[in-house]
């Protein structure tokens, strides 16, 4: 940002916060008071309409939740039995706002281990703030069966298949994929972020199969982005980064 844009917000700043539901009589009133010159057509008109956008955003960007509440086994319905990695009191559901592909508000909810929640919601706070689009946000008990679990209570993979469904989402009790280790999502330490925007690719697997990659598309996740920074600030790596595969989708802080 150069010195003339940085003193530009600046101004701008000083003026919002005292000049509120802006019109051109509101601003040229509050310019005489300092001394000012007021200001004529057309540039009375641009400033107004550039003090109420920057108005709104300041309001946008203040409106953010970021809750942090614990759950329980009922809570976590199918998502969650005995015998995975993490007990529920080491869980916890998050209540956090994200700006969506139809370009408007949103609050959605999301399961991580308690000891990442906090750098969890702050990375969120940074992608509303810059309006990086996700489609949903819920938690993944909400897509499960009692057929996608074996007589043990263990989640059985299913058939490659497209997500219709497009849900950004943390904790999940399951092994992972093409494996039999516990995936990090099985402590609650990994998010999946736009599935069908971000799909993981292992030679010529896609998961979702209707996964399509494409930093022209909205809500995809490209390396030195947004998500990468503030995910990584959070403490998760990006699974864009794997040598062996590609999980585009995937953000984890135990860096599998």
């Known amino acids: 940002m150069t010195r003339r844009v940085l003193v530009a917000v600046i101004a701008l700043a000083a003026i919002a916060l005292t000049v509120v539901g802006c019109d051109g009589e509101t601003l040229n009133r509050w310019r005489t008071e300092r001394g000012l010159a007021p200001l ?3 540039e009375l008109s641009r400033q107004v309409e550039a003090l109420n956008r920057f108005e709104t955003e300041v309001r946008r960007r203040a409106s953010f939740v970021g809750e942090i ?11 969650w039995h005995p015998g995975c990695p993490v007990p529920p009191t080491e869980l916890r559901l998050l209540r956090l706002s994200y700006w969506g592909f139809d370009n408007a508000a949103h609050v959605g909810e999301l399961v991580v281990h308690r000891r990442i ?6 990375a969120f706070n940074t992608l509303w703030n810059e309006k990086f689009p996700i489609e949903r946000m819920e938690t993944s008990e909400k897509y499960l069966t009692p057929e996608m679990f074996d007589a043990s209570g263990n989640y059985i993979p299913q058939p490659n298949t497209p997500d219709t469904v497009n849900a950004t989402q943390g904790f999940m009790c399951r092994r992972t994929t ?3 280790s516990w995936s990090a999502h099985a402590s609650g330490l990994a998010i999946d972020i736009n599935p069908v925007q971000n799909p993981y690719v292992s030679g010529s ?8 990659r494409s ?6 996740i490209v ?15 990006w699974g864009g980064n794997f040598r062996t595969l590609k999980d585009f989708m995937h953000f984890s802080a ?3």
Do not use: F, Q, Y
């Not at 509440?69 to 809570?75: L, S």
């Not at 697997?205 to 399509?212: A, C, D, Q, W």
């Not at 930093?215 to 995809?220: I, K, L, V």
């Open 40 to 42: 004529v057509e057309p």
């Open 205 to 212: 697997l896609v998961i979702p199969l209707n996964g399509t």
């Open 223 to 237: 390396a030195g982005d947004v998500v990468v920074t503030a995910m990584r600030n959070a403490g998760l790596s």
């Open 178 to 180: 093409r494996a039999t």
């Open 215 to 220: 930093a022209a598309n909205p809500g995809t």
């Open 254 to 256: 135990t860096g599998h």
């Open 69 to 79: 509440h614990p759950v329980d086994a009922g809570r976590l319905g199918l998502s």
């Open 117 to 122: 929640a906090p750098g969890v919601v702050r």
